[in-house]
């Protein structure tokens, strides 16, 4: 009896899904495939970091494209670095994707979802800001006009306050 | 006759329990896995335009979003 209630109680516990990355902790480490060499996340400590994790099926990822493109060419200089994580579980899909969209920022190749699943994404597109020191400092998820905006005051923030 | 209401109990609270452990191997799909789903050949409509206004009724009247293919965009959102 007493263990079949622990069965019970173990089940409920497993079937609750990984805590959800908060504003304020420190960024799990993401080591994947570049287009051009490993990338790895604590390599781009003293820097802030734009965290992307996007498909090649997903629409509003599709409209994030131009603008990290624009963020990456305003806020490079000062020390951002966009990073997108492809999450297509083909990967041929999203070199297909690649071809035809301009990118001058990293991207990292995880097929297998292992750093959606460290950061718990919760929808897609989904984007995290990391301070300078490595601290989360804004989690977002979608992607639309009104996103711009507010990701780019959060930006500048983040880029001030590491100096 | 109690012993026999006793196995009785026990048999159906491990029943419920073997139930209950089973929901918890279900995996839900996660947002990034939802390439096949996002296609539309996987909502119940043919015609986006038709599917938006759908979408738009139940979101405003209901309420409800997503169920449909998925999710409110095709983005897999929700």
């Known amino acids: 009896?007493?263990?079949?209630?622990?069965?019970?109680?173990?089940?409920?516990?497993?079937?609750?899904?990984?805590?959800?990355?908060?504003?304020?902790?420190s960024a799990p480490e993401i080591q994947l495939p570049g287009r051009s060499g490993a990338i790895k996340l604590s390599e781009l400590k003293g820097k802030a970091v734009y965290?992307?994790?996007?498909?090649?099926?997903?629409?509003?990822?599709?409209?994030?494209?131009?603008?990290?493109?624009?963020?990456?060419?305003k806020y490079g200089a000062k020390g951002l670095q966009v990073l997108a994580v492809n999450l297509d579980q083909k990967p041929e899909d999203a070199t297909g994707f690649l071809q035809q969209t301009k990118v001058d920022f990293l991207i990292a190749m995880d097929p297998v979802g292992q750093s959606a699943q460290k950061y718990n994404v919760k929808g897609m597109p989904s984007s995290l800001l990391i301070g300078r020191d490595g601290?989360?400092?804004?989690?977002?998820t979608g992607f639309n006009a009104a996103s711009k905006a507010e990701l780019e005051?959060?930006?500048?923030?983040?880029?001030e306050a590491g100096k | 006759m109690k012993a026999l209401q006793r196995i009785a109990l026990g048999l159906a609270l491990s029943a419920a329990a073997l139930a209950a452990s089973g929901c918890?191997?279900?995996?839900p799909v996660r947002p990034w896995e939802k390439g096949i789903l996002?296609?539309?050949?996987?909502?119940?409509?043919?015609?986006?335009l038709d599917l938006m206004f759908t979408e738009h009724i139940l979101a405003s009247r209901e309420g409800?979003?997503?169920?449909?293919?998925?999710?409110?965009?095709?983005?897999?959102?929700?």
Request: hydrophobic share 45%.
């Open chain 2, 64 to 78: 409800a979003a997503g169920g449909t293919g998925a999710g409110g965009g095709g983005c897999g959102c929700y």
């Open chain 1, 51 to 73: 965290l992307d994790f996007w498909a090649s099926w997903c629409g509003p990822c599709k409209q994030s494209f131009p603008w990290m493109n624009e963020m990456q060419a």
């Open chain 2, 24 to 27: 918890a191997s279900i995996t």
């Open chain 1, 1 to 25: 009896m007493r263990k079949q209630i622990v069965a019970v109680a173990l089940g409920i516990a497993l079937s609750v899904s990984a805590l959800a990355i908060e504003v304020g902790q």
């Open chain 1, 135 to 140: 601290k989360v400092t804004v989690v977002h």
């Open chain 2, 38 to 48: 996002a296609k539309p050949e996987m909502t119940f409509e043919g015609d986006t």
């Open chain 1, 153 to 159: 005051r959060a930006i500048v923030a983040a880029l």
